[in-house]
């Protein structure tokens, strides 16, 4: 099944109100079994696709996943992400800057893991935080300690955004493909799965009194994902917002965006040349011998 990936795509120059943007759609799958039906065709579109990008050695794709707490980022990448080669595929966590990190410009730390040509880098947060956190807890820049960072208002936001979207470009025009995923979750289905978390013992160390504090931050990070999005979603780098409330239906839409991100690339196995063909009809000639 073909899912029409364009309808949660925001586009450049868009304003983007995600009060209008549904936080759950009508299922791609009728079943359990016809989900993973599904998501297992994607997995192996994905991993053949993967393949031609290693061997092509010519194009980087970066997936990153933003997102409020409990919207189900490590469950897409583990799931979607299940069919890929190791080898080609790495993924990046971001927590609080180290104090090494917060020697150096925003985009530093997360510049050192771009994918290398061939490969597959997936962020989990990324350096987008740097216009999402630090600008619902403005206090943050304090301990940034970078010079012109602190009450400048909007100013610094416009700034930043700028900067992205300049690194954006340039690494499009290298030869990186980004797609950006928001996994837009309704604050009652946090709810319910905070206590998901409560109830099951094994999943207890992944909640804490910090993420509760958070939560009482939820318009105020709205208005900054609206901000964020609205500012550097483009035709090279664009986001897509994904309702995440139903996370199969999430993992569907994901994998067949980036599917459709590496397909769009024409990836192809490369073509021995004539004096590397006449190389390997010696190497035949050897091995026979």
């Known amino acids: 099944m073909k899912i029409d ?34 998501l297992g065709a994607h997995v192996d579109e994905l991993s053949a696709l993967q393949e031609k990008l290693y061997a092509s050695n010519r194009f980087a794709l970066l997936v990153i996943f933003q997102a409020m707490d409990a ?26 800057p180290s104090a090494t990190e917060l ?5 530093w730390r997360t510049s050192r893991d771009l994918p290398p040509r061939g490969r597959i880098g997936i962020f989990n947060r990324s350096y987008y935080e740097e216009v999402l956190i ?13 010079a012109n960072q602190v009450g400048r208002g909007e100013r610094i936001w ?24 928001f996994l837009h979750l309704s604050k009652e289905e ?13 999943k207890n160390w992944k909640l804490t009194m910090a993420d509760i504090k958070e939560r009482g931050y939820w318009k105020e990070y709205q208005v900054a994902y609206e901000k964020c999005i609205s500012a550097t979603s483009s035709a090279a780098a664009p986001w897509y917002i994904v309702p995440a409330d139903d996370k199969a239906n999430a993992h569907l839409i994901v994998s067949q965006t980036i599917a459709n ?21 010696a190497v035949r000639a050897a091995l026979d011998a």
């Open 5 to 38: 990936t364009e309808r949660f795509r925001a586009k450049e120059g868009a304003r983007i109100r995600l009060t209008k943007w549904p936080t759950k759609v009508k299922p791609v799958y009728a079943s359990k079994e016809e989900y993973q039906k599904i």
């Open 71 to 96: 919207a189900g980022k490590d469950g897409a990448i583990k799931h979607v992400m299940s069919g890929v080669n190791p080898q080609g595929c790495q993924v990046f966590s971001y927590a609080h």
């Open 103 to 107: 020697q150096h410009d925003f985009l």
């Open 134 to 146: 630090v600008r619902v807890h403005p206090e943050i820049l304090q301990g940034e300690g970078a």
């Open 158 to 181: 416009k700034e930043r955004f700028e900067s992205i979207r300049d690194i954006e470009s340039h690494l499009t025009r290298s030869g990186t493909r980004i797609v950006k995923f």
């Open 190 to 202: 946090q709810r319910k799965r905070f206590l998901q978390r409560i109830d099951d013992p094994d």
């Open 261 to 281: 991100a590496l397909t769009d690339m024409g990836l192809a196995y490369p073509h021995a040349s004539a004096a590397h063909r006449k190389e390997l009809l």
